[in-house]
């Protein structure tokens, strides 16, 4: 084989990129991961933001992991290639009137105890909620590792497994197609107003309902949002908890890249791919050409890219069927998140829970999200054109657990927040942006009055910078929205769900296919499998 001809050519160096290639590359394919950035990990990157301070080390976007299979974990050797997982503490919300609430996972009376300080009734319903949500939550995981027939298709192999989808499922009872049926159609709002009365717990359970989401609670469809953070096990075994990596979300992507390489995957970073070329006749892919000029050929190519730049830029609109083009055009990609990175002198200390030392509260998610009305507040104020007045956060602290991050002493705090003007994806808008983190920290400023004076440094990352620096375009966290209209055999559109492509021999491994996002591996493994039985049954067709 000629040197710059492979097996397989993998686009991106994202932890998705990783995991396609380390698949491919264990069933012996030589194989080459093409990487833009100087670094790999896409969105799982641990970076130190700071010049003069280089001994802090941020999880600079991504900031906690849950969804990543336990088959992924074992067939790439993982914990072999140092992923390690801190599971995370409790929920925490101080609120700015007084009081807070912390919600612990694993412990029932206390949970129950702490929720009845707002609301006896919402107590007594919280079981019922954790074991309603747990039920549904086990009928939609293990969809995550399912391959989305492709619905509608009157082909032999489609009708095949869309009956076969119908058919595991047929133990489910009217009730719970019902609870499926609302679960995907209502909003996070109209659910929990079902379920509670209680404003602070109202609040608590609608984050996950929007987190990367271009909707306020009150939309349509952030209920399944909600579900998909809540997923525990995914048909393989139960899900880690979430919880921090050490070493931040860039040692995740570290562990995997390793893997990739002890089976035999080369990764160049620096070589941003500006083509994927594709054979006049056949319309197959034939490999990449890189932004330099330098041409290289594979059998296989796999892009875990933004569908927009994979299809539109560098496949090509002239290459791809005008249906499909059309889909991807319209393929829908705004959120208004802004990620803020601090470094901290000490931990915050909450008026309603007082002192520096490191205490439960400081070691789950340390929230500002006070009510639903609140989150849908800043979700109008983005919507209207106006970054939040009073933006929405999901903070954590990985160095409650993770000393690897910064010196004895200190600490990093990691705030994801929405929302500013989707729009802000086309334009720096820097000063804004800072004036949006200096509210972002007035709020926790509120509740914890050392909070503003404990900041050594600080890092805002908004959504023209996610476009420009990682290739996430219109700065979605997601590669496309997790919207009703974008899941499942829609993802990324019609007909393509199954990681295959309208090109053959291009497979798509970006979190924009189902399962996708979050830092969960699956497309990358699914867009391997599809590549690597394709390649057997062409081999078997030959050797007929
Ligand atoms: C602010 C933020 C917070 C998040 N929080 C969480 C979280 O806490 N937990 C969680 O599970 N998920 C989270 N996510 C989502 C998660 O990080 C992503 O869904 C996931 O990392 C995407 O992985 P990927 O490999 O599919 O794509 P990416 O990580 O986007 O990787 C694509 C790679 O392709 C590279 N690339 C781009 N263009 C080219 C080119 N022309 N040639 C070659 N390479 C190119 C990019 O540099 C990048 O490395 C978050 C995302 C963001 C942005």
């Known amino acids: ?316 609109r002239e290459n791809l069927p005008s249906d499909f083009a059309s889909d991807i055009e319209h393929w829908k990609t705004r959120s208004g998140v802004v990620k803020i990175n601090l470094a901290l002198a000490e931990l915050p200390n909450f008026t309603a829970n007082p002192g520096t030392n490191l205490q439960e509260h400081h070691t789950g998610s340390v929230e500002m999200a006070p009510s639903m009305e609140y989150i849908e507040r800043a979700f109008i104020d983005a919507r209207e054109g106006r970054p939040a007045l009073r933006p929405f956060s999901d903070g954590v602290i990985p160095t409650a657990f993770d000393r690897t991050l910064s010196p004895e002493g200190t600490h990093i705090m990691s705030l994801f927040t929405q929302w500013v003007p989707s729009e802000w994806a086309s334009e720096p808008h820097a000063d804004e942006l800072e004036k949006y983190a200096d509210r972002v920290i007035d709020t926790y400023n509120e509740v914890a009055p050392n909070f503003k004076g404990a900041i050594l440094h600080r890092d805002v990352v908004g959504p023209y910078e996610m476009e420009q620096d990682y290739g996430l375009i219109g700065g979605n966290i997601f590669h496309g929205e997790l919207s009703l209209e974008q899941l499942f055999h829609m993802r990324p559109a019609p007909g393509f769900a199954d990681y295959r492509t309208p090109v053959p021999g291009l497979y798509n491994a970006s979190s924009a296919t189902h399962a996708g996002g979050g830092v969960c591996g699956i497309p990358g493994m699914q867009a391997a499998k599809a590549a690597i039985a394709d390649r057997r049954k062409t081999a078997r067709a030959r050797r007929k």
């Not at 084989?1 to 932890?15: K, L, R, T």
């Not at 299979?69 to 074992?74: G, L």
């Not at 095949?160 to 009872?173: N, P, S, Y």
């Not at 594709?278 to 059998?299: D, F, I, M, W, Y």
Request: no cysteine.
């Open 1 to 316: 084989m000629a040197a710059d001809s492979y097996d397989a050519i993998v686009v991106g160096g994202g932890h998705n990129g990783l995991v396609a290639a380390a698949y491919l590359a264990k069933t012996g394919a030589k194989t080459l991961v093409l990487e833009a950035r100087a670094t790999t990990g896409g969105a799982a990157t641990t970076e130190a933001p700071w010049p003069d301070a280089p001994e802090f080390r941020v999880t600079r976007l991504s900031y906690v992991m849950s969804l990543l299979p336990p088959t992924i974990m074992n067939d790439l050797q993982l914990e072999r290639h140092g992923y390690k997982i801190f599971p995370m503490g409790p929920y925490y919300q101080a609120f700015p009137e007084g009081g807070s609430l912390t919600l612990y996972e694993e412990d029932s009376q206390r949970a129950y105890d702490e929720i009845a300080k707002w609301s006896k009734r919402d107590a007594d319903a919280y079981p019922k909620w954790n074991a309603w949500l747990g039920g549904l939550a086990d009928v939609l995981g293990p969809l995550l590792l399912t391959v989305p027939p492709a619905l509608g298709s009157r082909k032999p192999r489609d009708l095949a497994a869309t009956l076969r989808l119908a058919w595991r499922h047929r133990g489910l009872d009217v009730r719970t197609v019902a609870d499926v049926t609302r679960l995907m159609t209502m909003s996070i709002a109209d659910l929990l107003d079902d379920w509670f009365e209680s404003p602070q717990i109202k609040g608590a359970l609608a984050v996950n309902g929007v987190i990367g989401t271009w909707a306020g609670p009150q939309e349509p469809g952030t209920a399944y949002v909600m579900a998909h953070h809540s997923i525990g096990d995914v048909g393989d075994g139960r899900l880690g908890s979430w919880g921090f990596p050490e070493g931040g979300m860039g040692a995740v992507a570290d562990a995997i890249a390793s893997s990739a390489r002890a089976n035999g995957v080369t990764i160049r970073t620096g070589a941003p791919v500006a083509k994927i070329t594709v054979a006049p006749g056949s319309g197959r892919a034939t490999g990449v050409v890189l932004a330099n000029g330098e041409e290289l050929r594979a059998k296989v190519v796999v892009t875990s890219l933004h569908p927009k730049t994979a299809f539109l830029d560098h496949v090509g």
